[in-house]
């Protein structure tokens, strides 16, 4: 039963699909042309709605629109260099009610391109971006004359242009000029670029209540710089993406431009600043779960956040607490502070924790963020037949870079962090130790609809005690929904002597999954994973699980069911994942 639901799987996975539906009363049948041609042409030739009624043609109808193929097939083929086509049509009656239009095509030879003088004019004429792309223009002297390469490479420069600030950038010469036998053409593209537009100031209208300073932050220009529409936009979507605005609408005013700055006013209506919000989950690492979060997104009308949440979940309860403090650098750097009181009970270990800790984030571009931090951590915690307490000043530093091209179904992209951390008893910690913390994934889109996924988390441990003074939350486990799959959440490791699973120095897991996209919200997958926890470098065992999984995906993240095996052990068993929501 398991194999024949991987077979099925697989095929899937490798874009088999049965026929959609039979064969209609009529059939349009083309030959002579091939691959992009061929679409064109089929597209054109596509039966207009109501030709065919309840199962039965309407002739008269169908002889016209066969009388018109001709026409709109020779049109089809102009955008690929085919000025000189030779189109026959004929009608078919193969058997009663039912017909075939056949459309046999002789595409001759196309139209070559004999001279392309392409060129900018005006004040940006001497930019290094259009000359570049004047010199990468993709039609030259002998080449078939290809429309869609003329009106992609036309566009490409306008656009560029506009990007740079030439608002007024248009084509005053732009010509194809194809000779009176149609087997040459000539082109002539000319951009004239106009001034170049500024930022003038910004207008700031509907939110009073919070800083202008702080506002501003969220420009993605200063005033200055080289127009753009694309900063614009920018500008907009960190506006609405603060979640302290309900709508906002930025209007450049070019009429209003002087010494052509371009003034702009941004219309902004302030959102609730306070919110209180449920939500639910579900992990089979942490069981049914629920939150309730409080967040107040302008705290003594400054612009600071505080946030507080209450999670409880079968495995893991706690609340935290935070005051986020922004920086006027830029929308990503801030100074924050968070408590937290968390107990987790899981098979391995039980732990209670307080911990304290006070950051500093400074953002490197839109995708990349360190942050340096120093955590004041109290936990008591049972490990095996360990219960023991600990008491650690943890100062570290960490930095990510996290670029997908969708947050809630991202079919490309890629993200990696690495961090450091350690202490010493000279500051006051009952433990010496520095911990090496790196992780990755990226998702690479295939054909077929399919995408692959892949994963990889390491950790490298040194002490200066023995390991059974380490609180729990600084060991390391392996096995779950977001580690090995096919074994229990944090159920791998490194055991004691009465067998059971204590957590190790050292840490690597990784994972490859296969998953093929179905309709517009549906996925099913193929998977591997491996990995483990240790103490020694030179003694590595890595436990490993494979299987299949069920996606579904709606705006508030995936809901993933998976079905994975243990390979390489006695007596394998089978194990379910479900994760629904986002994680806690």
Do not use: C
């Not at 064109?40 to 109808?61: C, M, S, T």
């Not at 009106?151 to 656009?159: C, I, P, R, V, Y």
């Not at 500008?235 to 005013?253: A, G, K, Y």
């Not at 915690?381 to 179904?409: A, C, H, K, M, N």
Request: overall charge neutral; cysteine-free; proline content about 5%.
């Amino acid at each position: 039963m398991i194999g024949r639901a991987i077979l099925l799987l697989a095929l899937m996975l490798l874009g088999w699909r049965a026929p959609l539906h039979a064969a209609g009363p009529v059939e349009v049948v083309v030959e002579g042309v091939e691959e992009e041609a061929l679409a064109n042409v089929e597209a054109v030739l596509a039966l207009p709605y109501g030709l065919v009624r309840e199962g039965k043609v309407d002739r008269d109808w169908l002889e016209r629109f066969a009388g018109q193929a001709e026409g709109k097939v020779r049109g089809a083929l102009e955008p690929f260099g085919y000025y000189n086509a030779r189109v026959r049509t004929g009608l078919e009656q193969p058997a009663e009610g039912e017909y075939r239009l056949v459309v046999t095509v002789e595409p001759g030879e196309p139209v070559r391109v004999t001279e392309a003088e392409v060129s900018v004019r005006g004040p940006g004429a001497g930019e290094e971006a259009l000359k570049e792309l004047v010199a990468r223009f993709p039609l030259h002297r002998g080449d078939v004359l290809l429309q869609k390469a003329y009106e992609e490479a036309k566009g490409a420069l306008k656009a560029k242009a506009l990007a740079l600030g030439y608002l007024d950038a248009d084509f005053p010469v732009h010509e194809i000029r194809i000779s009176a036998d149609r087997t040459a053409a000539r082109i002539g593209l000319v951009l004239e670029t106009g001034p170049r537009y500024l930022f003038g100031e910004t207008t700031l209208e509907g939110a009073s209540q919070y800083p202008d300073r702080f506002l501003r932050r969220y420009l993605a220009y200063r005033p200055g710089e080289p127009f753009s529409y694309a900063r614009l936009g920018e500008s907009q979507l960190n506006l609405m993406n603060s979640d302290r605005f309900s709508r906002v609408l930025l209007t450049p005013e070019k009429e209003g431009a002087r010494e052509n700055r371009v003034p702009v006013t941004a219309h902004l209506t302030p959102s609730p600043r306070r919110r209180l919000r449920p939500g639910f989950g579900y992990g089979t690492d942490t069981g049914a779960r629920g939150t309730l979060s409080y967040r107040d997104l302008n705290l003594f009308h400054l612009g600071h956040e505080f946030h507080a949440e209450l999670y409880l979940a079968q495995r893991l309860q706690g609340v935290a607490a935070g005051y986020v403090i922004p920086s006027y650098r830029d929308i990503r750097s801030s100074t924050g502070l968070l408590l937290t009181l968390q107990r987790q009970d899981v098979t391995t270990y039980t732990s209670r924790l307080v911990s304290l800790e006070l950051s500093r984030n400074r953002s490197f571009g839109p995708d990349r963020l360190g942050t340096a931090y120093v955590k004041f951590l109290q936990e008591s915690f049972t490990v095996g037949t360990q219960d023991s307490s600990s008491r650690l000043i943890l100062p570290g530093l960490r930095f990510s870079e996290r670029r997908y091209d969708d947050l809630v179904r991202p079919t490309r992209g890629h993200r990696y962090g690495v961090e450091v951390r350690g202490t010493h008893q000279v500051l006051g910690s009952e433990v010496g130790l520095i911990q090496i913390l790196a992780d990755a994934g990226a998702i690479v889109p295939l054909p077929w609809r399919l995408s692959l996924l892949t994963r990889v988390n390491g950790a490298l441990s040194f002490l200066n005690d023995p390991l059974t003074e380490l609180p729990a939350s600084l060991r390391f486990f392996a096995g779950g929904d977001r580690s090995v799959r096919g074994y229990s959440y944090q159920s791998l490791g490194p055991r004691d002597a009465s067998g059971q699973v204590v957590g190790g120095r050292h840490l690597l897991v990784g994972s490859v999954e296969l998953e093929r996209a179905l309709f517009s919200k549906w996925g099913v997958s193929l998977f591997y994973d491996a990995g483990n926890a240790f103490n020694s470098l030179t003694s590595i065992r890595l436990y490993q699980g494979a299987g299949v999984g069920l996606h579904y995906y709606t705006v508030v993240g995936g809901i993933n069911l998976y079905l994975a095996r243990q390979i390489g052990v006695d007596n394998p068993a089978f194990h379910v994942h479900l994760t629904i929501g986002f994680e806690l």
